[in-house]
């Protein structure tokens, strides 16, 4: 029902920036909460970031003042710009949508997951 696109992940040196992306598409009433997580080798996948579809964020300890989350209602797109990245935020990231299909009817999904690799 609901389809998405990610994009932005890449190779990056410590201390470099990246910027993701993660486009909704499909037959929706609306997009609620949206987010990223993250999934390291051997680890658990976590939640990196989350944006409520009023625009309050939160964030994973380890990336407060280093990572972003922004959305666009417009155009169903949530970013997230990382900072400051750091070896341990390697990682494959993930976009999670929640959604409406119908006024009774809720949706959550997830992005195929791109790959986020900072070397040292």
């Known amino acids: 029902q609901v389809q998405l696109v990610e994009s932005g992940g890449g190779l990056v040196q410590a201390g470099g920036s990246l910027r993701l992306s993660c486009a909704a598409s499909?037959?929706?009433?609306?997009?609620?909460?949206m987010g990223w997580y993250r999934q390291a080798p051997g680890k658990e996948r976590e939640l990196v970031a989350g944006?409520?579809?009023?625009?309050?964020?939160n964030y994973a300890d380890s990336v407060k003042g280093r990572f972003t989350i922004s959305r666009d209602n417009a155009k169903n797109t949530v970013h997230l710009q990382m900072n400051s990245l750091k070896p341990e935020d390697t990682g494959v990231y993930y976009c999670?949508?929640?959604?409406?299909?119908?006024?009774?009817?809720?949706?959550?999904?997830w992005g195929q997951g791109t790959q986020v690799t900072v070397s040292s």
């Open positions: 999670n949508v929640n959604s409406r299909l119908t006024t009774w009817t809720r949706s959550q999904d």
């Open positions: 499909g037959r929706f009433f609306s997009i609620d909460a």
């Open positions: 944006i409520s579809s009023g625009g309050t964020t």
